[in-house]
């Protein structure tokens, strides 16, 4: 069973996002330089063939973005809302957040917390707005892997 910690959950959030946008950056300046040279040598077809790839590139890149545009946000927003469901577990635990990790990086019925004080299930309401912690003893805690632990 895995388990994510608190700097896991708020540092993954925008990692793939920055990534995202250096590979356009790139593909821009690319089709620009290209788009250039093409414009200052009308007769060599080489660097309009270049900016034409480029081009295309740019496009289906633009087109993925756009389209897992609302997964990214939807992704980010419950990742957001497990880093709150965390600080309110060490809150009410009385203990450091960095010293908590969840079993999932978005809130659902199943989200068991790794503390110092053992390992807790998380009951939402109907609304998810409130939850109760309810310790549950794991038959093979051996088998817990922590991700993001230093």
């Not at 540092?11 to 620009?32: E, H, K, P």
């Not at 289906?60 to 990214?72: A, K, P, R, V």
Request: proline content about 1%; aromatic content about 12%; some cysteine.
């Amino acid at each position: 069973m895995i388990f994510y910690t608190y700097d896991y959950l708020h540092t993954s959030q925008n990692t793939w996002q920055y990534a995202r946008i250096v590979i356009t950056c790139v593909l821009v300046l690319a089709f620009l330089l290209f788009l250039i040279q093409y414009w200052r040598h009308r007769f060599d077809i080489k660097y309009k063939d270049l900016s034409i790839i480029f081009g295309t590139l740019l496009l289906l890149i633009l087109g993925m973005q756009y389209n897992d545009f609302s997964n990214i946000q939807n992704s980010i927003k419950q990742s957001g809302q497990m880093t709150t469901v965390v600080k309110a577990v060490a809150r009410q635990l009385k203990v450091s957040k960095q010293d908590i990790s969840v079993n999932s990086t978005t809130p659902n019925d199943n989200v068991l917390v790794k503390t110092p004080k053992g390992f807790f299930r998380v009951d939402y309401n109907t609304d998810g707005s409130q939850f109760v912690l309810e310790q549950v003893i794991l038959h093979d805690s051996d088998a817990v892997k922590v991700e993001g632990e230093k």
